[in-house]
């Protein structure tokens, strides 16, 4: 069983909808990171957190320590939404935090 | 302030060959690490390093490795390479440890 899970794989919505995507965890973090890859490769960090909930404009990511579940939420999507998101984790233990444990990905598509 | 700088975006070579990339990261960062996305296995980490010490390392070969120097800039290195070696590698940099990772665009590297 991967140690990060994200669901769905795959997400389709029509512009504007509210959308959700998932991302459970089975070892212990000390953060959480929400990233955004678009075609062509280059990744952009959206959320890095470790309790509780954070906003940027239309995104929303929050995260329950205890349940080890994150979710990303993205209102009023827009065609420009359409990416690839994924969750990765911070492991908890001393030294490294460069050491980022990843999920599969969410294959995201807005239809105008 | 300028981002993370990965060169070359691409490159093509041959099996056997070895393979250097480098990656410059946001000035006044030190820790800069390395990861390998394939379409089979996704984001996997690769090694961090640290004001010029590697201080952690994923599960790959011998064959790759990469240093650091004084001001930062990293470099990895692939010896050998396989086929399978064909990815994504993409370099993320941080200020301190524990906060937010900053990518860099990658070099797509395929294996003939």
């Known amino acids: 069983k991967n140690e990060v899970e994200q669901s769905p794989q795959n997400l389709t919505a029509q512009e504007g909808e509210f959308i959700t995507i998932n991302c459970s965890y089975s070892?212990?973090?000390?953060?959480l990171h929400w990233l955004q890859q678009h075609p062509g490769g280059g990744i952009v960090s959206l959320f890095m957190l470790s309790s509780g909930k954070k906003k940027h404009g239309r995104l929303i990511a929050t995260i329950n320590i205890q349940e080890k579940h994150s979710s990303l939420h993205i209102t009023a999507s827009h065609p420009r939404d359409s990416a690839v998101y994924i969750c990765a984790v911070q492991r908890n233990y001393g030294g490294s935090q460069g050491n980022l444990i990843f999920g599969k990905g969410t294959k995201l598509s807005v239809k105008p | 302030k300028a981002g993370v700088t990965q060169t070359p975006r691409y490159l093509i070579k041959t099996r056997g060959q070895q393979v250097t990339l480098s990656c410059s990261p946001i000035s006044g960062h030190r820790s800069v690490s390395w990861y390998q996305q394939t379409p089979g296995q996704g984001l996997q980490f690769l090694f961090e390093?640290?004001?010029?010490?590697?201080?952690n390392k994923g599960n790959f070969p011998g064959r790759f490795s990469g240093r650091q120097f004084s001001n930062s800039r990293s470099e990895m290195n692939v010896s050998t390479l396989e086929l399978g070696d064909s990815a994504l590698y993409l370099c993320?940099?941080?200020?301190?440890?524990?906060?937010?990772?900053?990518f860099g665009q990658g070099t797509r590297l395929t294996v003939v």
């Open positions: 390093y640290f004001s010029e010490t590697q201080r």
């Open positions: 070892v212990g973090i000390s953060a």
């Open positions: 993320a940099s941080r200020g301190q440890t524990n906060t937010e990772a900053f």
